[in-house]
């Protein structure tokens, strides 16, 4: 099973970037990587997701190495309403049947 | 944009009493999760139906059951709710293009289920 780990929480400053690495060591050739953010009282929110290399879109940028052992999110420019849970998904269909692995998330406090 | 509405967002049961909590999505995906979040274990796959009526057992299916009658709907069942039940449950949709579990899952908003 392709476990995740990432930091329990981070602090950060408005206007600062932060990363935010997930280890996933057993991560599967099929396997793709997805973050999710969440605020209280409400289900995960989609961020982004990647297979290898870099891929940005309009609010963050995903780091993924050539082993694809981790990944790093970036949030540039970070405000007070990005103050969230950040999950790192694992998952894909693959030949010993279906897995799909969150973290247990980093709890991000951005602060003035 | 996609929709996934719970039934309720707060419901409080009696131990033993049987429990429903029902799923809808509005984007015609083949894909339906639910998953309960409890504090310091993250999100954990309860059940997953990549088709009506069928399904398959996530990381913790024991003590529930789910059923897909319609495409648009994924209930899940506690046959007999504990205590140990007690926890945020969210149900997830995805479309079928390939990337298997890798698809962008939409959630919708959690139900907060109290079991006493």
């Known amino acids: 099973l392709a476990k995740t780990t990432q930091p329990i929480s981070m602090d950060s400053y408005e206007g600062q970037e932060v990363n935010i690495t997930c280890s996933h060591n057993?991560?599967?050739?099929?396997?793709?990587i997805t973050w999710y953010q969440q605020f209280p009282s409400q289900g995960p929110r989609f961020i982004i997701q990647?297979?290898?290399t870099k891929v940005t879109n309009e609010v963050a940028s995903l780091f993924i190495p050539a082993d694809r052992k981790s990944s790093t999110l970036s949030l540039p420019r970070v405000s007070l309403s990005d103050t969230a849970v950040y999950y790192c998904?694992?998952?894909?269909?693959?030949?010993?049947?279906?897995?799909?692995?969150f973290g247990t998330g980093t709890q991000l406090k951005v602060e003035l | 944009d996609v929709k996934v509405t719970q039934s309720s967002r707060y419901l409080v049961k009696r131990t033993g009493e049987k429990v429903f909590l029902e799923c809808v999505q509005d984007m015609d995906h083949e894909n339906m999760f639910w998953y309960r979040q409890d504090p310091g274990l993250g999100l954990r796959l309860i059940y997953f139906s990549y088709d009506v009526k069928m399904k398959e057992k996530g990381d913790i299916p024991e003590g529930y059951s789910v059923s897909r009658e319609k495409k648009e709907r994924f209930s899940l069942i506690l046959e007999s709710a504990s205590t140990n039940q007690t926890s945020m449950y969210l149900c997830a949709s995805t479309q079928n293009s390939g990337r298997g579990l890798g698809e962008t899952q939409y959630f919708g908003p959690g139900t907060r289920l109290l079991v006493l």
């Open positions: 998904l694992v998952g894909g269909l693959t030949g010993g049947g279906n897995k799909l692995t």
């Open positions: 990647g297979y290898k």
């Open positions: 057993n991560i599967a050739t099929n396997d793709y």
